[in-house]
C-alpha cells in the first residue's frame, strides 16, 4: 500500500509566519498541511490500534500495548488503573498514548501518520522551518503520535535532553473540533510561573517553539468527548547544540 502524499499547503504567507515567529521564538500556524493529507493522517491515527500507553508519573514508569483501550496483557490492567500524578512532585510527569514513527519502529502496514515522518524530513518541510526560523542548523525531526484519552496529560518540562541537539519543539494536531473546555491544551509559562500563552489542539495546525521552553499539556477532562490526536517531536540538528541564549534561559527558567 503506497503512503498518501502530505504536503504543506501552498497559501502559506511565509514572509507574515518569519515575522510572527520572531517576536517570541513560538508560532501557532492553522492550514499547515493541504486539506486532503490533513483528513489523511486523522483518519489514520483515529484508527489506529497499535497505540502503547506511555506513564511516568507517581513514581511508576512503564510502557504498556492496548488491546482499544486496555493492556493488551489483562494482568497488567491495574498498572493503568493506577497509573496517577503526584501533584506534589516537582518532577515532569506524564500518562498518554503513543506510537513511534520512523523507519526503525515499522512494524505494519504503512499509513499517512508514517507517511509525516517521511514529510518532516524531506527537503520541502526541512526548508520551511529553516526560513521560518532563520536556522540553518536545522536538520532531521523525529516524530510520535499521539493520543491524549480523558485522564491524561503532561505536566510542565522544557523539552532539554542531553546530546538529542533539539532545537524546536513541533505538534501537529489533528484533533476535530476541539474545545478548551476539554483540556489538553498546550500552555507556555513565564518566568513568574504564570501561563504566558496558550494554544488549544486546532485541526491541522503547527505549534512550533523553540527549545527550551517551559510547557506542558494540560490534562484532558473527564467529560471530553473525544480523544486528542497528535505528531509531535523534535526538530534537531546533527551539530552540537550550543550554550542557550538570554532569551532562552527566560522562557526555560
Given at each position: 500500500?503506497?503512503?498518501?502524499?502530505?504536503?504543506?499547503?501552498?497559501?502559506?504567507?511565509?514572509?507574515?509566519?518569519?515575522?510572527?515567529?520572531?517576536?517570541?521564538?513560538?508560532?501557532?500556524?492553522?492550514?499547515?498541511?493541504?486539506?486532503?493529507?490533513?483528513?489523511?493522517?486523522?483518519?489514520?491515527?483515529?484508527?489506529?490500534?497499535?497505540?502503547?500507553?506511555?506513564v511516568a508519573a507517581g513514581?511508576?514508569?512503564?510502557?504498556?500495548?492496548?488491546?482499544?483501550?486496555?493492556?493488551?496483557?489483562?494482568?497488567?490492567?491495574?498498572?493503568?488503573?493506577?497509573?496517577?500524578?503526584?501533584?506534589?512532585?516537582?518532577?515532569?510527569?506524564?500518562i498518554f498514548d503513543n506510537?513511534?514513527?520512523?523507519?526503525?519502529?515499522e512494524d505494519g502496514p504503512?499509513?499517512?501518520?508514517?507517511?509525516?515522518?517521511?514529510?518532516?524530513?524531506?527537503?520541502?518541510?526541512?526548508?520551511?522551518?529553516?526560513?521560518?526560523?532563520?536556522?540553518?542548523?536545522?536538520?532531521?525531526?523525529?516524530?510520535?503520535?499521539?493520543?491524549?484519552?480523558?485522564?491524561?496529560?503532561?505536566?510542565?518540562?522544557?523539552?532539554?535532553?542531553?546530546?538529542?541537539?533539539?532545537?524546536?519543539?513541533?505538534?501537529?494536531?489533528?484533533?476535530?473540533?476541539?474545545?478548551?473546555?476539554?483540556?489538553?491544551?498546550?500552555?507556555?509559562?513565564?518566568?513568574?510561573?504564570?501561563?504566558?500563552?496558550?494554544?488549544?489542539?486546532?485541526?491541522?495546525?503547527?505549534?512550533?517553539?523553540?527549545?527550551?521552553?517551559?510547557?506542558?499539556?494540560?490534562?484532558?477532562?473527564?467529560?471530553?468527548?473525544?480523544?486528542?490526536?497528535?505528531?509531535?517531536?523534535?526538530?534537531?540538528?546533527?551539530?552540537?547544540?550550543?550554550?542557550?541564549?538570554?532569551?532562552?534561559?527566560?522562557?526555560?527558567?
Amino acid at each position: 500500500m503506497s503512503r498518501p502524499l502530505i504536503a504543506l499547503n501552498p497559501g502559506l504567507d511565509r514572509p507574515a509566519l518569519k515575522a510572527a515567529f520572531a517576536e517570541t521564538r513560538r508560532i501557532h500556524v492553522p492550514a499547515i498541511l493541504t486539506a486532503a493529507a490533513a483528513e489523511a493522517v486523522a483518519e489514520a491515527l483515529e484508527a489506529e490500534t497499535r497505540w502503547k500507553t506511555t506513564v511516568a508519573a507517581g513514581g511508576a514508569f512503564f510502557e504498556l500495548p492496548l488491546d482499544g483501550t486496555r493492556a493488551a496483557d489483562p494482568q497488567k490492567q491495574a498498572w493503568l488503573d493506577e497509573a496517577a500524578v503526584d501533584g506534589a512532585s516537582p518532577l515532569t510527569q506524564y500518562i498518554f498514548d503513543n506510537r513511534r514513527l520512523g523507519p526503525e519502529h515499522e512494524d505494519g502496514p504503512q499509513d499517512a501518520a508514517d507517511a509525516v515522518h517521511a514529510f518532516l524530513n524531506s527537503p520541502p518541510f526541512l526548508d520551511f522551518v529553516r526560513a521560518l526560523t532563520g536556522d540553518d542548523r536545522v536538520d532531521l525531526a523525529d516524530a510520535q503520535a499521539s493520543r491524549y484519552r480523558p485522564g491524561h496529560v503532561l505536566t510542565a518540562h522544557n523539552d532539554v535532553s542531553a546530546g538529542k541537539n533539539r532545537l524546536y519543539g513541533y505538534v501537529l494536531n489533528f484533533s476535530r473540533d476541539w474545545r478548551a473546555d476539554w483540556g489538553g491544551n498546550l500552555l507556555f509559562y513565564g518566568p513568574d510561573g504564570h501561563v504566558e500563552h496558550g494554544w488549544v489542539p486546532a485541526f491541522n495546525a503547527l505549534n512550533l517553539f523553540s527549545v527550551p521552553t517551559r510547557h506542558a499539556v494540560t490534562q484532558v477532562a473527564s467529560f471530553a468527548p473525544r480523544f486528542r490526536y497528535s505528531i509531535v517531536g523534535w526538530i534537531r540538528s546533527n551539530q552540537t547544540v550550543g550554550p542557550q541564549t538570554r532569551e532562552e534561559a527566560r522562557r526555560a527558567y
